[in-house]
């Protein structure tokens, strides 16, 4: 018999560019349900194994450490191997340990856990984004298409922490399995998302580099240095943000609105979510730097709002927190990927977007263990009023960077 026709190895079916996108946007919102799909199980492990915030918030910073390890080391991988393969790699460490939560007997498994979705979340989400501008319409030379790609992989990771607290608070509260019920849902959905990637275009325009891959950290291209500071600030300052929310926010809003409803709290989070993928899609036309620098000063806001709903034990204005937070880490995070969609050329994209990743992830973790330990020291509310304006100082100073370095520097800020 002679070699099978190129007609029949290619009758797998291959998903087009809009499924591809769509797809990349999946991967994205996995990957931020991912990240806190434990975040209204933790009260019912403080129930049942009597933890400590200080090990709830060691047990979230696990994640994002292990995170900025795999960037260091694959951070540009997908630049060689191609989209897909790296998105499949991610999407099966997910797996693993989503399915290490669902079956966590003790909280060594939960440290095992997130370790893995550290590894997952690791290589798939640059490639994820980066693939999204790729597969935009119109190809990643198309400015429209950048703002567009950067726009949705906002409001992907609005759709997925939103998820996270509301499946995650109402499964929790009235289903089967508390501790275990909401991992297995997820786990399902990466499992959905996978086999979508898998029937993906091979390659894509950024794989066409001959370069052999091999570890080598991550790396900035030259002439982006004003574009990726303000870049990684703003996405670092959000990361931050996010440090306190999933890691402490079913607590803080369970002890102001004073229930043990965990879908009335996951429901009350989830504001913040509903305003970050509002605020995405409806500022994608606006120019990056704008979108930073408003970004940073309503984070700002929400965070004061935070400390005053702490202090006087006041839900409207934990409500309004969850308001201002919510729209600015919209903008601050669509501002910051928009400037490396925007400037970073495709062979290095995915490289860039892990740095800027990089920062962010490293400032979420140290952030969440400081944040715990205040919290076990100090109490909640102390905690709040300490880290609340740390927070704040940080989202400033990214609005401050946007508007002053990236002037100097002369640069072009398209969304």
């Known amino acids: 018999m002679g070699p099978t026709p190129p007609s029949e190895r290619q009758a797998v079916p291959t998903l087009s560019n809009r499924a591809s996108f769509w797809t990349s946007a999946s991967v994205i919102a996995i990957a931020l349900w991912t990240s806190g799909s434990a975040s209204m199980v933790y009260p019912v492990y403080v129930a049942e194994w009597h933890i400590t915030p200080i090990t709830i918030t060691s047990i979230f910073a696990v994640y994002p450490i292990t995170l900025v390890v795999v960037l260091i080391v694959f951070g540009g991988i997908s630049d ?22 669902a079956l966590a007997p003790g909280v060594g498994w939960l440290y095992a856990g997130r370790v893995l979705q550290g590894i997952g979340v690791g290589l798939a989400m640059a490639p994820a984004s980066a693939a999204m501008v790729e597969f935009t319409p119109g190809g990643p030379s198309n400015p429209r298409g950048a703002s567009r790609a950067s726009s949705i992989n906002t409001a992907a990771t609005a ?30 959905l990466t499992a959905t998302s996978a086999a979508f990637v898998l029937v993906m275009p091979r390659t894509t325009a950024a794989t066409t580099t001959t370069e052999r891959w091999r570890p080598k950290g991550v790396a900035v291209p030259r002439g982006m240095a004003a574009v990726f500071i303000t870049a990684a600030l703003a996405m670092a300052a959000v990361f931050a943000m996010g440090a306190m929310s999933l890691s402490l926010g079913s607590s803080i809003a369970k002890n102001l609105i004073g229930t043990d409803n965990a879908l009335v709290a996951g429901s009350v989070i989830a504001i913040s979510a ?23 000063v309503s984070i700002a806001i929400g965070m004061g709002m935070l400390v005053l709903s702490a202090t006087g034990a006041s839900l409207l204005a934990f409500v309004a927190s969850s308001v201002f937070a919510g729209t600015g880490y919209g ?12 400037h ?72």
């Open 80 to 101: 060689f191997i191609g989209r897909r393969a790296a998105l499949l790699a991610g999407l099966a460490a997910m797996a693993i340990g989503i399915l290490l939560f």
């Open 159 to 188: 759709v997925g922490l939103a998820l996270a607290t509301v499946v995650g608070g109402a499964l929790v509260q009235y289903a089967p399995l508390p501790a275990h019920l909401a991992y297995w849902v997820l786990l399902v």
């Open 274 to 296: 509903v305003l970050i993928g509002t605020s995405a899609v409806l500022g994608r036309r606006l120019p990056a730097r704008t979108a930073v620098a408003v970004g940073g």
């Open 331 to 342: 903008l601050l995070f669509l501002g910051g990927l928009g400037l490396i969609n925007a």
């Open 344 to 415: 970073a050329p495709a062979h290095h994209r995915a490289q860039t977007l892990s740095a800027a990743y990089l920062v962010a992830y490293l400032t979420q973790g140290l952030v969440a263990v400081a944040i715990g330990l205040s919290a076990t020291v100090t109490g909640l509310a102390l905690a709040v009023d300490l880290w609340a304006p740390v927070i704040a100082l940080l989202c400033l100073s990214a609005s401050v960077v946007a508007l002053v370095t990236l002037r100097r520097a002369r640069v072009a800020v398209p969304a």
